[in-house]
C-alpha cells in the first residue's frame, strides 16, 4: 500500500516568506507526527496529533510555526516570515493509533531559505 | 528533557563482522526505537522495544530498563547495512514526541 507522502519535496524560498509543508499519512493512521532534521543538530520533534485531540506543539521552536491537520487525515504545516535557521528537511511520521506504535517515516521536504 | 547518547558516532566495519551500537538515555521512557537512514534516502523504522530484546533477520535489538541502555547488533554485516542508526525515545509523562540521539555513521567495506 502507499506508504507516507509529503510534497513538495524541495522548496527554497526567500527570507522572510511564508511556507506550506504537506503531508499525506498512511490511510487509517490516526497519529501523525512533525519532526525536523537541521545539519548539525540532529533530528527534533515538533508536533503531534491524534485523532480529533488537541495536538501536542511542545516541540515547535516559535510562534512563527504552526501546524493542521483537516479531516484526521492530511496535515499542513506552516511556517511564517521564513529565517535562515528554518532550512532543514521536514519530516513526517504517521503510526495506526497513538505513540506506543511504530511509526512509518515520509520522504520528507528539503527547505532552504536563501 | 530525556537525553539520548549514541556510541560510537562512526564506525567503519569489513564485510562479515558483528556489529554493536549503544545508546544510553537519562530519564525513564515508555519506547525506544532503533531508525536506519541511509545517504539521502528516508527514514525506516526498524524496532520499538519497551522490554527485552527483538529480532529482525541479522538485526537484534535489545533493552535494559534498569541501566536506561539499549543495543543494535547486526550480524553477519554486509555493506548494503552502511546507514546511519538513529536511536530515539518516547518519554512516559505524556510527552507523546520522539527524542533522537544523534545517530551513528555505520560503513561496511567489503
Known amino acids: 500500500g502507499a506508504g507516507v507522502s509529503q510534497s513538495p519535496s524541495n522548496k527554497v524560498t526567500e527570507k522572510g516568506k511564508d511556507v506550506e509543508l504537506r503531508c499525506d499519512p498512511i490511510?487509517?493512521?490516526?497519529?501523525l507526527y512533525w519532526y525536523r532534521q537541521s545539519l548539525g543538530q540532529g533530528l527534533e520533534f515538533l508536533i503531534y496529533?491524534?485523532?480529533?485531540?488537541?495536538?501536542?506543539k511542545s516541540g515547535l521552536p516559535s510562534d512563527r510555526f504552526s501546524a493542521e491537520r483537516t479531516g484526521g487525515s492530511v496535515s499542513t504545516l506552516t511556517i511564517q516570515r521564513t529565517q535562515q535557521e528554518d532550512s532543514a528537511v521536514y519530516l513526517c511520521?504517521?503510526?495506526?493509533?497513538?505513540?506506543?506504535?511504530?511509526?512509518?517515516f515520509g520522504p520528507g521536504t528539503r527547505l532552504t531559505v536563501l | 528533557k530525556n537525553e539520548v547518547e549514541q556510541s560510537p558516532q562512526n564506525l567503519t566495519a569489513q564485510e562479515g563482522e558483528f556489529i554493536t551500537i549503544n545508546c544510553s538515555y537519562s530519564v525513564g521512557i515508555s519506547a525506544l526505537h532503533w531508525l536506519q537512514q541511509h545517504p539521502g534516502g528516508g527514514i525506516v523504522s526498524l524496532f520499538m522495544l519497551s522490554s527485552g530484546k527483538k529480532k529482525h533477520g541479522r538485526l537484534i535489538a535489545t533493552i535494559n530498563i534498569q541501566e536506561k541502555h539499549s543495543s543494535l547488533h547486526i550480524t553477519a554485516s554486509h555493506p548494503r547495512d552502511s546507514a546511519v542508526y538513529i536511536c530515539?525515545?518516547?518519554?512516559?509523562?505524556?510527552?507523546?514526541?520522539?527524542?533522537f540521539g544523534k545517530g551513528t555513521h555505520l560503513i561496511i567495506q567489503p
Open positions: 490511510s487509517g493512521h490516526t497519529a
Open positions: 511520521a504517521s503510526s495506526p493509533s497513538g505513540s506506543f506504535y511504530e511509526q512509518f
Open positions: 496529533f491524534q485523532g480529533n485531540s488537541a495536538p501536542d
Open positions: 530515539a525515545v518516547r518519554s512516559g509523562g505524556g510527552a507523546d514526541g520522539l527524542t
